[in-house]
T-cell receptor, first 114, second 116 residues
Framework: ETGVTQTPRHLVMGMTNKKSLKCEQH?????MYWYKQSAKKPLELMFV???????ENNSVPSRFSPECPNSSHLFLHLHTLQPEDSALYLC?????????????FGEGSWLTVV | AQKITQTQPGMFVQEKEAVTLDCTYD???????LFWYKQPSSGEMIFLIY??????QNATEGRYSLNFQKARKSANLVISASQLGDSAMYFC?????????????FGTGTQLKVEL
């Protein structure tokens, strides 16, 4: 069983919908991340949270809104998305956000925007 | 800035054979870390192995070993005794340790297919 769990695993939403992706880590880590994996493109870092504070926002459009209520949970709120936002969204965690800490990923949430 | 290059979009290997997946990198950081991840069709990104730039010995984890050649800036993954369950996408990634933040830069991946 993975130490990082994501729900839902699959989501289909219309462009006017509002939905959220949820991530929970059971590893006692202090840093959490959202990555986006589009077809035929390298994984892209979206957000980094360290001790519940956002430390990185990688030029992500405002239609993606992260929330980190505590060090174990991370959300990605989605609203008015575009079809090109369809991708696999991967949550990850590491012991800290200090470079060199191994990053452990969840199973991903497959998002389709129609 | 860091860059990872994986030149093999797809690889085939027979069961029980060894296979090498290529990875070259470019960075201006003096200190960095290299990772390999496996991604099955389910989507989960599974950590396999890590090599630090100052590690003198090549990393090994079970059937996985990392052939680290610093002068050539390559960090190839070797999988010994391939199994059908090894069929997946494999990503090479790196972190610049002297840079800011724990941010992985990924390559485009290699799709490995293990055949009977």
């Amino acid at each position: 069983e993975t130490g990082v769990t994501q729900t839902p695993r699959h989501l289909v939403m219309g462009m006017t919908n509002k939905k959220s992706l949820k991530c929970e880590q059971h590893l006692g880590h202090n840093a959490m991340y959202w990555y986006k994996q589009s077809a035929k493109k390298p994984l892209e870092l979206m957000f980094v949270y360290s001790l519940e504070e956002r430390v990185e926002n990688n030029s992500v459009p405002s239609r993606f809104s992260p929330e980190c209520p505590n060090s174990s949970h991370l959300f990605l709120h989605l609203h008015t998305l575009q079809p090109e936002d369809s991708a696999l969204y991967l949550c990850a965690s590491s012991q800290s956000a200090v470079p060199g800490n191994t990053i452990y990923f969840g199973e991903g949430s497959w998002l389709t925007v129609v | 800035a860091q860059k990872i290059t994986q030149t093999q979009p797809g690889m085939f290997v027979q069961e029980k054979e060894a296979v090498t997946l290529d990875c070259t990198y470019d960075t201006s950081d003096q200190s960095y870390g290299l990772f390999w991840y496996k991604q099955p069709s389910s989507g989960e990104m599974i950590f396999l192995i890590y090599q630090g730039s100052y590690d003198e010995q090549n990393a090994t984890e079970g059937r996985y070993s990392l052939n680290f050649q610093k002068a050539r800036k390559s960090a190839n993954l070797v999988i010994s005794a391939s199994q059908l369950g090894d069929s997946a996408m494999y990503f090479c990634a790196m972190i610049g340790i002297t840079g800011g933040g724990n941010k992985l830069t990924f390559g485009t991946g290699t799709q490995l297919k293990v055949e009977l």
